[in-house]
């Protein structure tokens, strides 16, 4: 399918979206400039709870970043040095980063090879007596399969903290990320699915004292003005964040949607284009709803880089989650790990590749894409030939 279209397509685009909402997004940025709460307050407060609402569940914590929230909800659990806490080493790096920041020790297990989430059952394996949690990170907007976690969990009395950074408004048999462990902590970053304009965070659970933990936590750790009780820090929300994303959170199903009908359409445009000898289609379990935060399909044949050169060239976006695994990364030598120790993770960080994906894309743009896609197969097939 050769294509004339030269326009770049970008990996990501906000400015369709906020220019589509740009009256509201005024209108909420007026609000607080003249309201003269720029920090916390009644929009924190009301989207906290629309938040909460969403989910399903009962308490949200807004806070400064979603590195932020998963320290927060560790923090609260009184997770520091001398502890572990369980996690894949196939992820951004902050799911590991946050735990070492407490003072604890991430120890990582393999991913499922089809779907780089957590693989549940080799978590019981790494269980030991230090272990205080298991993170779950539902990569790319999939939720980890959560029934097997969940069974281990139990039997070692342990919780679950999903990093659910990527994946707001996901679902596993029917619930909401933010209800699937015992805290779930979002992040508000721009290009997420939900992103703001700047950072912001949310920690979402149902326990109340935690919660108010956290709300303390973030401020300090003060709950009265001037009076501090434990050690916490400065990871407040502000006032235009919460406002802004206030404005976008009705949106987020329909954007949810539109992302897995443009998943269906690059699915289907491999197919028709027997790009099958070049590109591995994600992977979706029936156990829920994936909301596509990205769309990163495995390229075979050492061919992914090259790949993504030749599309850089013709003006196409694309991404590598993640290059480098978490256990061979030069800050976690101390670790001791060795290329090899997680060899599914290890193989999916040399195949990984995110097409474009964003909730205003377009059909001629995603067919320019996998059309690239297909020119540089025909052209190596011609190499090889
Ligand atoms: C899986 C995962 N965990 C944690 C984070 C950290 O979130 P933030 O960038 O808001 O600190 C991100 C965001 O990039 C993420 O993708």
């Known amino acids: 399918m050769p294509t004339t279209r030269t326009k770049p397509v970008p990996l990501f685009d906000a400015k369709i979206q906020n220019k589509a909402l740009l009256v509201h997004l005024e209108e909420a940025f007026r609000r607080v400039m003249l309201s003269g709460q720029a920090i916390g307050g009644p929009e924190v407060e009301a989207f906290e709870q629309e938040l909460a609402a969403y989910c399903g569940a009962a308490r949200a914590v807004a806070c400064a970043s979603g590195s932020d929230a998963l320290m927060l909800a560790m923090a609260a659990m009184e997770i520091g040095p001398g502890d572990e806490v369980i996690l894949p080493p196939f992820t951004f790096f902050a799911s590991a980063g946050s735990i070492s920041r407490l003072g604890a020790k991430p120890v990582f297990v393999d991913v499922d090879p089809d779907t780089y989430n957590l693989d549940p059952h080799q978590v019981e394996n790494k269980i030991t007596r230090r272990t205080k949690a298991i993170m779950a990170v539902h990569l790319y907007g999939q939720c980890v399969d959560m029934e097997p976690l969940w069974r281990v969990a139990e039997r070692h009395n342990l919780p679950i903290i999903e990093d659910a950074c990527q994946a707001i408004g996901s679902e596993y048999q ?7 462990g015992s ?24 326990d109340d004292e935690w919660a108010d933990t956290i709300a303390a936590l973030r401020n300090h750790g003060s709950k009265q003005r001037y009076y501090h009780d434990r050690m916490g820090w400065n990871s407040r929300l502000d006032a235009l964040q919460a406002a802004l994303l206030r404005v976008k959170l009705p949106y987020l199903d329909k954007w949810c949607d539109a992302r897995a009908a443009m998943a269906k359409r690059y699915d289907r445009l491999i197919e028709e284009n027997q790009l099958g000898y070049l590109l591995k289609k994600p992977t979706v379990r029936p156990h829920g709803r994936h909301t596509f935060h990205q769309y990163v399909v495995r390229v075979g044949h050492d061919l992914r880089d090259e790949l993504r050169t030749y599309l850089r060239e013709k003006g196409i976006g694309s991404e590598i989650y993640y290059p480098l695994p978490l256990h061979l990364q030069e800050v976690y030598k101390s670790l001791g790990h060795q290329p090899g120790d997680f060899p599914a993770c290890e193989k999916a960080a040399k195949e990984v590749l995110a097409l474009p994906i964003f909730p205003e894309l377009t059909l001629e743009q995603q067919r320019h894409v996998i059309g690239a896609c297909a020119d540089f197969m025909r052209c190596r097939l011609r190499m090889a030939a």
């Open 183 to 206: 805290m779930a902590c979002f992040s508000f970053y721009p290009t997420k699915n939900l992103g703001g304009f700047g950072d912001g965070g949310m920690v979402v659970l149902s």
């Open 174 to 180: 029917g619930k909401r990320t933010g209800t699937l």
